[in-house]
């Protein structure tokens, strides 16, 4: 077997086994066959995948595309013939891990956020409709779908207690106004708490809540579009060196084995990492400092 087939053969290896983890076990059948061209090679035995999830869920690990680092440093490793890249793979897993978490997480408060302005806008409809309050607010909830939304769920649900059998709705309102991205819930509880008597009036706080809510969301709309710029910049530079050594092995010049294999070339590597793991630091210390102060 020539290496070039031994490189394709763990690249497809590799990329199988990311497959399942991430797309799980019909889409990576799929994928497998194909590539092979024919059946699909069989799959783990039960009792040994339901060991790997027990483990996971025991340790709460949380794999996601973040896994697609190990195959990357695998067939990096293969082509230099060095280890450093497979360790640096397995390293990258939990890092990555961690900014797809953020960035799920930041994209759930938004989208909190968005829904909360929603529904001050539909409640306020509502009441100008007739309905009661309690009532306008129980409909308003589950017709946005508040408590099938994970990241609404533990908000609705005390939410239409409250509202279906007569509770404490600012008492509620006040409480789910904890979670990040619901924060507008407090005005619409300050709100209900002053002019429940009388829908007319609520109404018309509520309207003034939700145009406050979507001139926020302008903001920080127009301070992202700003800041992509920079962003993008910082990225396409951090992407420099790896273009330079893809370039310098197109010209001949083996860049990976002078880094890989001698010591000027680990310490460049080495410097060179922490450089740009500095960079980007800094680029999205100074980005999230600008966001926070809007």
């Given amino acids: 077997m020539t290496a070039q087939v031994q490189v394709a053969f763990a690249a497809a290896l590799c990329a199988g086994g990311a497959a399942w983890v991430v797309g799980g076990r019909d889409d990576a059948l799929r994928r497998a066959r194909v590539i092979f061209g024919g059946d699909a090679p069989p799959a783990p035995h039960p009792a040994l995948l339901g060991s790997l999830r027990s483990a996971v869920d025991r340790f709460g690990w949380q794999l996601g595309r973040e896994v697609l680092c190990l195959p990357a440093g695998l067939l990096l490793a293969l082509l230099a013939g060095s280890v450093l890249p497979a360790l640096a793979g397995a390293a990258a897993v939990p890092l990555a891990g ?34 009661a309050p309690h009532a306008a607010l129980a409909g308003a909830l589950r017709r946005e779908s508040w408590p099938d939304r994970p990241e609404l769920a533990d908000a609705a649900l005390p939410l239409l207690a409250a509202a279906r059998f007569g509770g404490d709705v600012p008492a509620a309102l006040r409480s789910a106004a904890g979670q990040a991205g619901a924060e507008g819930l407090a005005g619409l509880a300050a709100c209900w708490q002053v002019a429940v008597d009388g829908g007319a009036g609520l109404a018309d706080g509520l309207d003034r809540v939700a145009a406050v809510l979507r001139a926020e969301h302008d903001q920080r709309d127009d301070l992202r579009a700003q800041l992509a710029g920079p962003r993008s910049t910082a990225a396409m530079l951090a992407l420099l060196p790896a273009l330079g050594v893809l370039l310098g092995t197109g010209f001949g010049a083996d860049p990976l084995r002078i880094l890989l294999h001698t010591p000027a070339g680990l310490a460049c590597l080495l410097a060179g990492g922490l450089l740009e793991w500095a960079g980007l630091a800094w680029t999205s210390r100074i980005a999230r400092s600008a966001e926070g102060t809007s």
């Avoid at 829904?115 to 001050?120: E, M």
């Fill in 98 to 131: 961690r900014w797809l978490r953020a960035r799920e997480r930041e994209a759930a408060v938004e989208r909190c956020a968005v829904a909360v302005t929603v529904l001050c806008s539909a409640l306020a409809g509502d009441l100008r409709a007739g309905l």
